[in-house]
């Protein structure tokens, strides 16, 4: 049987349509870039061009093949960077260390996974379960920016313990639940520091990280509690939180509560918070507390910003934000690089910029 040339392209038309439907790739990515002024006691203001005052900047590469029965196989490798400068960010290969070459490094995800009605079973360097209660889903702010949940819910490292974990964690096996439990979401992850059994005592399980959150929402309710435990042999790292957010009309109302334990030390965290909106822009407010024991000093801060959308890829923002120490404290700061010296300090911060996403 002979077949026409004409035949021959619209079999292979038909063949390549097929496998484009089954399985597709995606590039992305985001900037972030603008002004940032910071003053802290005892240190004078520093003026800088800073990324990411609103959302992380990335480039990344995902995608997606339809297996057949239900079955899908996925990729997703995210790598953090530095608009400013041009250059790339951190990763750690144990949950120990920090590389930061400063190169494009797939640092903020790079997984793979399996998904089907029954869940999603992801491998690699992902967010742990006890992170996603800090984001901007239950924090005003997210953890970007001047007004970043970081400055006061992130750990603070002490004892010898330099946590990697409050974030992210390498080498981990992590189960999502499906989209079809009537509100209910959730995931538990388990992350390996992948040391030898012979190590020196004590530190055979550092950087093994136990994780799970679980959540409902349902109508103008949103409400999730996450908690996470890595192994240190100088002392171990425990990230609980609670967070919730109830729509009542423009007003996002938003609380959120979270402890970290290093070793014997603790600090507590409390905020509340909204984001109201107004047509094409949003304001932002939070304030928070912080008690500490054991470690540091206990802290206050408040937030307020604005986010105006200029299209459904780019957006200006500005946000304001101080944060006072207590007492004789002098640990917690506005952003990064500009700390307070002196006794019972504060810092502030003031930032304008622009976020675009492709």
Not at 15 to 33: E, H, P, Y
Request: glycine residues 16%.
């Amino acid at each position: 049987m002979k077949i026409t040339p004409v035949l021959a392209v619209a079999a292979l038309s038909s063949i390549a349509g097929l496998v484009q439907a089954q399985s597709t790739v995606q590039v992305f990515g985001l900037l972030d870039l603008g002004y940032l002024n910071t003053r802290a006691s005892g240190s004078g203001s520093v003026s800088s061009v800073n990324p990411d005052g609103n959302t992380s900047s990335r480039l990344g590469f995902r995608g997606t093949e339809d297996l057949g029965g239900g079955m899908n196989a996925s990729f997703w490798l995210e790598g953090a960077i530095n608009p400013d400068t041009g250059t790339g960010g951190s990763t750690s290969t144990n949950n120990k260390d920090s590389l930061n070459p400063g190169s494009l490094t797939f640092g903020r995800r790079s997984t793979v996974s399996l998904s089907n009605s029954m869940g999603e079973l992801r491998l690699g360097r992902d967010y742990v379960p006890s992170f996603w209660n800090l984001s901007v889903a239950m924090h005003p702010f997210g953890t970007n920016g001047v007004g970043s949940a970081g400055q006061l819910f992130y750990p603070v490292s002490t004892g010898g313990t330099t946590v990697r974990t409050n974030v992210r964690a390498s080498n981990s096996v992590g189960y999502i639940l499906p989209s079809t439990l009537g509100g209910v979401y959730g995931q538990a992850m388990y992350a390996m520091g992948e040391q030898a059994s012979n190590a020196a005592a004590g530190t055979s399980k550092d950087g093994n990280h136990i994780g799970g959150r679980i959540g409902y929402a349902a109508g103008p309710l949103n409400v999730a509690f996450a908690t996470g435990k890595t192994n240190y042999a100088t002392g171990d790292f425990t990230q609980t939180n609670l967070g919730a957010n109830y729509q009542f009309g423009r007003a996002k109302l938003m609380y959120l509560y979270g402890q970290n334990k290093v070793g014997v030390t603790k600090t507590t965290i409390n905020m509340i918070g909204t984001q109201y909106s107004m047509g094409l822009g949003e304001i932002r407010f939070a304030y928070t507390t912080l008690k500490a024991d054991g470690v540091a000093n206990d802290a206050n801060q408040w937030a307020v910003g604005y986010v105006y959308s200029l299209s459904k890829r780019t957006a200006l923002y500005s946000n304001y934000s101080q944060v006072k120490n207590k007492g004789t404290g002098k640990q917690f700061t506005v952003g990064a690089g500009n700390a307070v010296t002196d006794a019972g300090g504060s810092s502030s911060g003031i930032e304008f910029g622009v976020r675009h996403s492709f």
